[in-house]
Nanobody, 126 residues
Framework: QVQLVESGGGLVQPGGSLRLSCAAS????????IGWFRQAPGKEREGVSC????????YYADSVKGRFTVSRDNAKNTVYLQMSSLKPEDTAVYYC???????????????????WGKGTLVTVSS
């Protein structure tokens, strides 16, 4: 059974950092690009970041550029999202997903993803 499982969410103060992890089971994660999405209360799900299969190219939404860093460890079958300088507006449920493409294509929108995790909640609050 194909599964993506996110972890690492929690409560953090503004300006703080968190690292999210996305682990895969049932398939080899290093076959595909992997994206991160988020959904804040009352808002639509949006694309946050993506890393290509090789790790050689990445995508970031303008709202997180310079603050978030995506990486992958294919030996561990895991993708990470390092989040720094967190703001209250980063509060959301964060999901990882893949459309099973090699490169980061069409990750600005959640449409067209084939596999999704169940999400991990990130709350940025003092």
């Amino acid at each position: 059974q194909v599964q993506l499982v996110e972890s690492g969410g929690g409560l953090v103060q503004p300006g703080g950092s968190l690292r999210l992890s996305c682990a895969a089971s049932g398939f080899t994660l290093d076959l595909y690009s992997i994206g991160w999405f988020r959904q804040a209360p009352g808002k639509e799900r949006e694309g946050v970041s993506c890393i290509s299969r090789s790790g050689g190219s990445t995508y970031y939404a303008d709202s997180v550029k310079g603050r978030f860093t995506v990486s992958r460890d294919n030996a561990k079958n895991t993708v990470y999202l390092q989040m720094s300088s967190l703001k209250p507006e980063d509060t959301a449920v964060y999901y990882c997903a893949t459309n099973r493409k090699i490169f980061c294509l069409e990750y600005a929108s959640p449409r067209g993803m084939d596999y999704w995790g169940k999400g991990t909640l990130v709350t940025v609050s003092s």
